[in-house]
């Protein structure tokens, strides 16, 4: 039987000038870690630490723009693109200064706190 997500639980952010992150399946929404569903809303100049996730990491910009820094240089993610980071890449996101960014994430495995691998702030 489906099962309907009435409303998404709400996920303390990480980073400066915090994000709105609303888990809609995950470790918290739902209890499983096979996958996790976020909408995430930055404000402009949002910003986050490094980090080397052990999971796969899907964003799909709805509006506005994302900047995804990595080892080989930076991605800019607009509106209707998606950029899809893979294990053990490090990557660094950030949200435009003047008109920040919304996305829906998907990782899989679910995310977790202890397998994204931060780097020391």
Known sequence: MPHL???PSIIP???QNPKLIE???GRVATKTDQVSIAR???PPGWSEV???PEFTETKVI???MLQVEHKDGVMLVRAGQAAICHPGEWVKYSAC???GAEYVTV???AFSPSTVHRDEK
């Open 40 to 42: 995430i809303v930055c």
């Open 23 to 25: 888990e809609y399946s």
């Open 97 to 99: 200064k003047t008109e």
């Open 13 to 15: 952010p990480a980073g």
């Open 50 to 52: 490094g980090q080397c």
């Open 62 to 64: 709805l509006k506005g």
């Open 5 to 7: 997500v009435e409303q």
């Open 107 to 109: 990782c899989i495995p």
